[in-house]
């Protein structure tokens, strides 16, 4: 036997080995109930603070909508528009103010926009902590995308210590 056809079986050994040694799941962080509460209640407030009237979504990993608060007169579009602007950030690990920069018409990534649920306006952020993506976080209702983030920058910081390690 040649010593390339050896190198070959020794290598071809080697990389099976360790595709059956790879362990069949895995571990996952997730956010746990009250501290999305904890995120969104920050948000929240801050929005209040600046006389805002928003909703708030919180999604989980899975994009599933975890948190979802509503101040009493912030308008009905932005309970749908919130949830999806946490699932904008958390699906694509973006702000969801960056996409909107990148799905503008003539982009390479404008097909977007017609995906349901993508939201491109400001106000949804992902939820990272100690390396790991948790969630995401989405704000409506404030006077524009900016303001919207601003707030869901707050609900991060209001739950940073908690998610952070």
């Known amino acids: 036997m040649s010593y390339k056809t050896r190198l070959a079986m020794l ?25 999305a509460l904890q995120a969104a209640r920050a948000a929240l407030e801050s929005c209040r603070k600046q006389g805002f009237q928003v909703a708030v979504a919180v999604v989980d990993r899975a994009g599933i909508t975890q948190v979802l608060l509503r101040d009493r007169y912030a308008g009905p579009h932005t309970v749908e528009v919130a949830a999806s602007k946490a699932w904008t950030a958390l699906s694509f690990r973006s702000a969801s103010s960056a996409l909107a920069q990148e799905t503008q018409p003539g982009r390479p990534m404008s097909g977007l926009r017609n995906q ?12 990272e902590g100690g390396g790991s993506l948790l969630g995401g976080i989405g704000v409506s209702g404030a006077p524009g995308g900016e303001q919207d983030e601003a707030c869901a920058r707050a609900g991060l910081k209001g739950v940073a210590d908690l998610i952070e390690f």
């Open 11 to 35: 290598l071809c050994a080697c990389f099976g080995l360790h595709a059956q040694a790879q362990e069949g799941s895995y571990a996952t962080r997730s956010l746990t109930p009250e501290t």
């Open 116 to 127: 349901p649920r993508f939201i491109a306006a400001g106000g949804g952020l992902p939820i």
